[in-house]
């Protein structure tokens, strides 16, 4: 029987306790409409992976709104991921200028609080920080200039940045009696949420080589990425600069800019599985030494054939 690959939707356990709170202190208002356009959002990014081929969705409701989960979205190269994470914030700008333009000819209120929550969420979403589409779509640009993880490294940063300075603001306004706790929330909870993703990058390098082969197999073809490095770096330090949407190919050289052996990403993991974080030069002794006693071997069982060949004959 064919597996169906429906979308899931999961409430975050601190999503109703935040709800409650904003009704005591007195935000009611229209939050059903502003939940029913972050569900909107988060459902226009879901057609658009879907209709990339991608599979394995969940929508997360969270405090400050909503996040499209996917398995396998992070098999997507920069271009995709960025078509992915625009679709939402460019929906939203539609909607706003599409009941802007209805405002002007049939004038209601609610048209114009539709204008401004539109115009709210899209330009909210487009903030450079995780967990929000403005974070992914920074990684990507900085994707096509740098390898990934570096790029993950650099959003990672102006997104802590950005919650400190977020919550900072938020704590300043409590001072002066102004209400503030949405933002407080949205601060703390962008430096986690970075965090999260600062942590999960090693574990995700690492799941993109052992995946790669399942995403070559399906596309029949992947961009080779040549990277030289010195011997005496270590094989984390080479598994750090893998570029997760090409195959890499390490070619190790000594002091004299010499090349002395080449290592393939798949060996990498293997590698580090095997002896840990040794230095490559380490490595390339450990594997010369391997070969050498496979080589031996190799004579040895050579010499007991030719022997038992000898020996079947005389008989």
Known sequence: MKKRHELVIKISKLFFPYIILLIIIGFKGKLLISFILVFLHELVHFIVAKKLGFKGFYIEILPIGAVLRLKDLDEADPKEDMIISLSGPLFNLFLAAIFYLISKFHYNYYYEYLVMSNLALGIFNLIPAFPLDGGRIVRDLFSFKTYYKNANKITVKISIVLGVLITLYSLILLIFDKRSISMMVLGVFIIIASYKEKERIVY???????????????????ENRSISMHLKKSLLEALSIIDKNKYNIFIILNSEMKAVNVIYEGELIEAIKIYGNISIEEYLKNTDEIDKMDKFAKKTIDQWNSWNNECNKDI
Do not use: A, P, S, T
């Open 204 to 222: 995700l390098i690492m799941g993109d080589i052992i995946n790669k082969k399942y995403k070559f197999n399906k596309k029949g073809y992947i």
